[in-house]
C-alpha cells in the first residue's frame, strides 16, 4: 500500500512532481504485472491509458451498462463530469 495524502509538490531538479511520481508508479505496477487498484478520490494519473480497464477488467463494462440501465441518456451527461471523460466511464 502506498499512501499520499494532502501533499502535492511540483517536483525540482533533485525529486520528481507528484504527478509524474504517480504516472511513474502505475508504469512500473503494469510492468512487472502487479495487480493493483487506486482509490478513487486520490491524486492519481487517472489520465493513465485504459486505467481503469486495467485495474478492473471486464467489470468497468459491467459497470458502465447498468449505469446506462439505470440513467436516461440525459441523465448520464447531468451526472457526468471530467473524471467520467477523463476515465473513459
Same mark, same amino acid.
Given at each position: 500500500?502506498?499512501? *499520499? #495524502?494532502?501533499?502535492?509538490?511540483? %517536483?525540482? &531538479?533533485?525529486?520528481? /512532481?507528484?504527478?509524474?511520481?504517480? !504516472?511513474? =508508479?502505475?508504469?512500473?505496477?503494469?510492468?512487472?504485472? *502487479? #495487480?493493483?487498484?487506486?482509490?478513487? %478520490?486520490? &491524486?492519481?494519473?487517472? /489520465?493513465?491509458?485504459?486505467?481503469? !480497464?486495467? =485495474?478492473?477488467?471486464?467489470?468497468?463494462?459491467?459497470?458502465?451498462?447498468?449505469?446506462?440501465?439505470?440513467?436516461?441518456?440525459?441523465?448520464?451527461?447531468?451526472?457526468?463530469?471530467?473524471?467520467?471523460?477523463?476515465?473513459?466511464?
Amino acid at each position: 500500500m502506498i499512501e *499520499i #495524502d494532502g501533499v502535492l509538490w511540483k %517536483g525540482n &531538479n533533485r525529486m520528481i /512532481s507528484l504527478e509524474n511520481f504517480s !504516472k511513474r =508508479m502505475i508504469e512500473v505496477l503494469i510492468q512487472n504485472r *502487479i #495487480d493493483f487498484t487506486i482509490h478513487w %478520490g486520490k &491524486n492519481a494519473a487517472w /489520465s493513465f491509458p485504459e486505467l481503469a !480497464k486495467k =485495474m478492473y477488467g471486464d467489470r468497468v463494462a459491467k459497470w458502465k451498462e447498468q449505469r446506462s440501465s439505470l440513467l436516461s441518456e440525459k441523465q448520464l451527461k447531468m451526472f457526468s463530469n471530467d473524471f467520467f471523460v477523463t476515465t473513459n466511464l
